[in-house]
């Protein structure tokens, strides 16, 4: 067997690696899925992806450097969506609009 796969096996071996601390923790600041998480909660209603954007970014809770944020957020939602089902933070309520979840 070489290195490599020894080096595996032996990762393997010793289990399940640990957790590592979310950004939001390390840094004290929330990632675009939880900023529009919160601004979904706060605001009580169903919104498109442009408007939690500019709520997130005006109340402070994310910010970003990208020319499309609204689409970064956008596809973070759905793979939520898609990966957590019932268990999302988001609801789809129609086409381009999201409501919280709960």
């Known amino acids: 067997?070489?290195?490599?796969?020894?080096?595996?096996?032996?990762?393997?071996?010793?289990?399940?690696?640990?957790?590592?601390?979310?950004k939001a923790a390390a840094n004290g600041r929330m990632s675009?899925?939880?900023?529009?998480?919160?601004?979904?909660t706060d605001a009580g209603k169903p919104m498109r992806c442009k408007e939690i954007v500019d709520t997130a970014i005006a109340k402070g809770y994310w910010s970003s450097?990208?020319?499309?944020?609204?689409?970064?957020?956008?596809?973070?939602?759905?793979?939520e969506i898609a990966a957590k089902k019932k268990d999302a933070r988001f609801k789809k309520v129609e086409r381009g609009m999201f409501a919280a979840n709960g």
């Open 32 to 40: 675009g899925l939880d900023a529009a998480a919160k601004v979904l």
């Open 65 to 79: 450097g990208g020319k499309t944020p609204h689409a970064t957020v956008y596809a973070a939602i759905i793979r």
């Open 1 to 22: 067997m070489s290195k490599r796969n020894t080096k595996k096996a032996n990762a393997k071996a010793k289990g399940a690696r640990k957790a590592k601390p979310s």
